[in-house]
C-alpha cells in the first residue's frame, strides 16, 4: 500500500524556537495533504489542507501565520510550528491523498512527529 | 488488528431520513471515534465515545457501543443534503476502516 513518511518523529525543543515537520508520499504523488494535531487521549484535530501549488485551508482556530504550511511538491508537505511555546506540545499528523481529497479516495496517514517544547 | 471496519460501503437516502451505520472492531478498546471526511476536505473529528459508555449524542448524531460485540453504530437522525460524505471509524489506535460513504438526495 502506500506510504506516507514523516520527519522527525520526535522532537525536542526550547520555547521561541521554530520547527519543522516533513510528510512525504513515497511511492504516489499526493495532490493532497492533511495536517492534524492529537493532544494526548483526544482525538485528531483537522488543522489544514494543502494541495500542492496552492496556499494552505486553514480550519477554523488555527492560526495560520503560527502553523506554516507548504505543499510545493507532489511528494512533500512542511508544516513549520513558529515560536513554538509549551502548549503547542502534541502529536502532529498527516495524511496524504492522490485522489484530490475527493470523496472514497483513500487517505494514508503518516506516523506522526511527537513534538515537545520545554 | 484494531482496525475499525464500517458497514455498509455505501448508503443512499432521502433527504429527512435517517441514516445508520456500523463499525466493527476485533481487540479491546479504550474509545471509539467516528470522523466525517467532506470531499477535498480531511477527516473530522464528530464523536467519540469511550469504552464504559453506551451510547452518545452530540446534534443529530447518536452513536452507540457494544464492547461485547465489538461493535458500534452512528445514526445520522433527520439527514440533511450538507451530510453527504464518507464517515470512518477509529479505534484508539486511530486505525481507520475504509470508511461508508453517504448521499442524502434532496
Known amino acids: 500500500g502506500a506510504v506516507v513518511s514523516q520527519h522527525p518523529s520526535w522532537v525536542i525543543c526550547k520555547s521561541g524556537t521554530s520547527v519543522k515537520i516533513e510528510c512525504r508520499s513515497l511511492d504516489f504523488q499526493a495532490t493532497t495533504m492533511f495536517w492534524y494535531r492529537q493532544f494526548p487521549k483526544q482525538s485528531l484535530m483537522l488543522m489544514a489542507t494543502?494541495?500542492?501549488?496552492?496556499?494552505?485551508?486553514?480550519e477554523q482556530g488555527v492560526e495560520k501565520d503560527k502553523f506554516l504550511i507548504n505543499h510545493a511538491s507532489l511528494t512533500l508537505s512542511t508544516l513549520t510550528v513558529t515560536s513554538a511555546h509549551p502548549e503547542d506540545s502534541s502529536f502532529y499528523i498527516c495524511?496524504?491523498?492522490?485522489?484530490?481529497?475527493?470523496?472514497?479516495?483513500?487517505?494514508?496517514f503518516g506516523p506522526g512527529t511527537r513534538l515537545t517544547v520545554l | 488488528s484494531q482496525q475499525g471496519e464500517e458497514d455498509p460501503q455505501a448508503l443512499s437516502i432521502q433527504e429527512g431520513e435517517n441514516a445508520t451505520m456500523n463499525c466493527s472492531y476485533k481487540t479491546s478498546i479504550n474509545n471509539l471515534q467516528w470522523y466525517r471526511q467532506n470531499s477535498g476536505r480531511g477527516l473530522v473529528h464528530l464523536i467519540l465515545?469511550?469504552?464504559?459508555?453506551r451510547e452518545k449524542h452530540s446534534g443529530r448524531l447518536r452513536v452507540t457501543l457494544d464492547t461485547s460485540k465489538k461493535s458500534s453504530s452512528l445514526l445520522i437522525t433527520a439527514s440533511r443534503a450538507a451530510d453527504t460524505a464518507s464517515y470512518f471509524c477509529a479505534t484508539d489506535e486511530l486505525s481507520f476502516g475504509a470508511g461508508t460513504t453517504v448521499t442524502v438526495r434532496a
Open positions: 495524511s496524504a491523498t492522490g485522489g484530490a481529497g475527493l470523496a472514497g479516495a483513500p487517505q494514508f
Open positions: 494543502s494541495n500542492e501549488g496552492s496556499k494552505a485551508t486553514y
Open positions: 465515545i469511550r469504552s464504559n459508555e
